[in-house]
């Protein structure tokens, strides 16, 4: 029970702390709000329409009205709208979001793919081909940034090979080239670490002990050794959420890929604020949400985690 109120807790306190950050967007802006979103409009601009833009955002309103204001109406999912296209901003995320998601999935489809296989077999077959592979594809991997990896393979199978689509979407061909540049750079970190949590599994008294009693290898594996090894591949993993996020605007920016990352470059460069405060305020809790979840996930693995909490209450 303690541990669910503080999970609650800590939801809370971030909710409030990001919604006010997102809020003082609009007020840490330089110059006046209004005239920075009517400056966007090439039309002539009245008194009147900057008069009316302020009221609408209850800008002549004392600030603390209006972040209460504006926060009961997040409470309720109610973003406004924005400031360009005078929509929903939260039915532009809602639209966006999806396409997000699968990228994101697919790409992390993409880096288990690559990162299990080389970080297993380079930690069982240390002196092996596959070591040197392993080595190689982390060096290089490393090396190249994200968005020179998407050059390269648009530059080979987009455009020399003719064989995939460079940009848009439309089907699954369309997810392809970005999801190899998200999960083939993603993917050298993980490796290393599920190597190296191999190695240490497999040198612990209770595995050394488990195979003189001539437990088989197999179960050993999957049992022990992989259990163990997924619990800094999970704190990795909720760790690099922020950085899954930024690749993907990266990413979907390259690919013109219609997704959230493109909806924030395209409301930042328009100054519209209301569709960046959605974004802040919508992709700073799915974060922290996956953070939360990799943090129960990381009990069920190990209850061991769970018990040493419970411990420390009692004390």
Same mark, same amino acid.
């Given at each position: 029970?303690?541990?669910i &109120?503080?999970?609650?807790?800590?939801?809370?306190v971030?909710?409030?702390?990001?919604?006010f950050?997102?809020?003082m967007?609009?007020?840490?802006?330089p #110059?006046?709000? @209004?005239?920075?979103?009517?400056?966007?409009?090439e039309?002539?601009?009245?008194?009147?329409?900057?008069?009316?833009?302020? /009221?609408q955002?209850?800008?002549?309103?004392?600030?603390?009205?209006?972040?209460?204001?504006w926060l009961?109406?997040?409470? !309720? =999912?109610?973003f406004?709208?924005? $400031?360009?296209?005078?929509?929903s901003?939260?039915?532009?995320?809602g639209? *966006?979001f999806?396409?997000?998601?699968? =990228?994101?999935?697919? &790409?992390i489809? @993409?880096? %288990?793919?690559? *990162? @299990?296989?080389?970080?297993?077999g380079s *930690?069982?077959?240390r002196?092996? @081909?596959?070591?040197?592979?392993s080595?190689?594809?982390?060096?290089?991997?490393s090396s190249?940034?994200?968005?020179?990896? #998407? %050059?390269?393979?648009?530059? +080979?199978f987009?455009?020399?090979l003719?064989l995939?689509?460079?940009?848009?979407?439309?089907? $699954?061909? !369309?997810?392809?080239?970005? &999801?190899?540049t998200?999960?083939?750079s993603?993917?050298?970190?993980?490796?290393?670490?599920?190597?190296?949590?191999?190695?240490?599994?497999m040198?612990?008294?209770?595995?050394q002990?488990a195979?003189a009693?001539? +437990?088989l290898?197999?179960r050993?594996?999957f %049992? !022990?050794? =992989?259990?163990?090894?997924?619990?800094?591949?999970?704190?990795?993993?909720?760790?690099?959420?922020g950085s899954?996020?930024?690749?993907t605007?990266v990413i979907?920016?390259?690919?013109s890929y219609? #997704?959230? #990352?493109?909806?924030?470059i395209? *409301?930042?460069?328009?100054?519209?604020?209301?569709m960046i405060q959605? %974004?802040?305020l919508?992709?700073g809790m799915?974060?922290f949400?996956?953070?939360?979840?990799?943090? +129960?996930? !990381?009990?069920?693995?190990?209850?061991?985690i769970?018990?040493?909490e419970?411990?420390q209450? /009692?004390?």
């Amino acid at each position: 029970m303690y541990g669910i &109120s503080k999970r609650l807790a800590k939801v809370l306190v971030f909710f409030f702390l990001l919604s006010f950050f997102s809020f003082m967007i609009l007020k840490l802006a330089p #110059g006046d709000p @209004v005239m920075n979103i009517l400056g966007t409009q090439e039309v002539a601009v009245s008194n009147q329409d900057v008069e009316q833009l302020r /009221e609408q955002l209850g800008l002549n309103k004392p600030m603390v009205i209006q972040y209460c204001d504006w926060l009961k109406k997040v409470i !309720h =999912l109610d973003f406004g709208n924005s $400031l360009i296209t005078g929509k929903s901003v939260a039915s532009g995320i809602g639209k *966006a979001f999806p396409r997000t998601l699968l =990228l994101a999935l697919s &790409s992390i489809t @993409v880096m %288990f793919l690559i *990162a @299990v296989p080389l970080g297993v077999g380079s *930690a069982f077959y240390r002196d092996g @081909v596959i070591n040197k592979i392993s080595e190689i594809f982390n060096l290089i991997g490393s090396s190249i940034p994200g968005f020179w990896l #998407g %050059f390269i393979l648009v530059d +080979v199978f987009a455009i020399k090979l003719n064989l995939l689509p460079s940009m848009g979407v439309g089907g $699954l061909k !369309h997810l392809i080239l970005p &999801s190899l540049t998200l999960g083939i750079s993603m993917a050298p970190p993980y490796v290393r670490l599920l190597k190296t949590s191999i190695i240490e599994s497999m040198e612990q008294d209770f595995i050394q002990s488990a195979k003189a009693r001539g +437990v088989l290898k197999v179960r050993i594996f999957f %049992f !022990h050794v =992989l259990r163990k090894s997924l619990i800094p591949v999970l704190t990795l993993f909720g760790m690099s959420m922020g950085s899954l996020m930024g690749g993907t605007v990266v990413i979907e920016v390259l690919f013109s890929y219609p #997704g959230l #990352g493109k909806l924030a470059i395209e *409301a930042i460069t328009n100054r519209d604020y209301s569709m960046i405060q959605g %974004f802040i305020l919508f992709t700073g809790m799915l974060v922290f949400v996956i953070n939360l979840i990799v943090d +129960v996930l !990381h009990r069920f693995i190990d209850p061991s985690i769970a018990i040493k909490e419970a411990e420390q209450i /009692e004390i």
